[in-house]
């Protein structure tokens, strides 16, 4: 619970003087924005959101009453009981493709609860397995900003944070140490 401690503290005010001693590997996220200040406001605020109930974790319901309208309507649709993930076939589908297209793949919008699936911190969820976690931002002029966060190491699953950063108008998105 530590590190979501110092992870909040961070979302609400940036790294601060308890953080001087640690040594994480942190990660720099560019990207371009009209508005790079509000890109950095948005994604700080759904995070809040999601990070200050990893304690008593919602049921999936609930979440896009939970979470800011703008990001819940940015996010796909989830899929109905008609379009149930055939494993099997995704992971057919998945070798078959050239690794251009794997990357491709990736691309587009999250649905809010695959979004979420990365936090969770249930049983079910992969929250206990994250591999990123808030550290600071800025923002390089009148377009352009960024945010870091500390990671395991590199390369590290990056997919979550790329939708969130995107979802809150970020966009040419490029990573760096």
Do not use: K, N
């Amino acid at each position: 619970m530590e590190i979501i401690e110092g992870e909040l503290g961070r979302l609400r005010a940036g790294p601060g003087a308890e953080d001087s001693g640690l040594l994480p590997f942190l990660v720099r996220v560019r990207f371009a924005a009209e508005d790079p200040a509000r890109v950095i406001a948005r994604a700080r605020a759904v995070l809040t959101g999601v990070v200050e109930r990893v304690g008593d974790w919602p049921p999936d319901e609930r979440w896009p009453q939970l979470l800011p309208a703008w990001f819940v309507r940015r996010c796909a649709p989830e899929p109905g009981p008609e379009e149930a993930l055939d494993a099997e076939a995704w992971l057919r589908q998945w070798r078959a493709m050239t690794p251009e297209q794997r990357a491709a793949a990736g691309d587009g919008p999250w649905t809010l609860l695959d979004w979420l699936y990365c936090f969770d911190p249930t049983e079910e969820g992969a929250g206990d397995d994250r591999s990123w976690w808030w550290w600071d931002t800025g923002t390089d002029g009148r377009d352009g900003g960024w945010v870091e966060v500390a990671t395991d190491g590199w390369p590290f699953g990056s997919g979550s944070l790329s939708w969130l950063i995107e979802a809150s108008g970020g966009t040419d998105l490029t990573y760096g140490a």
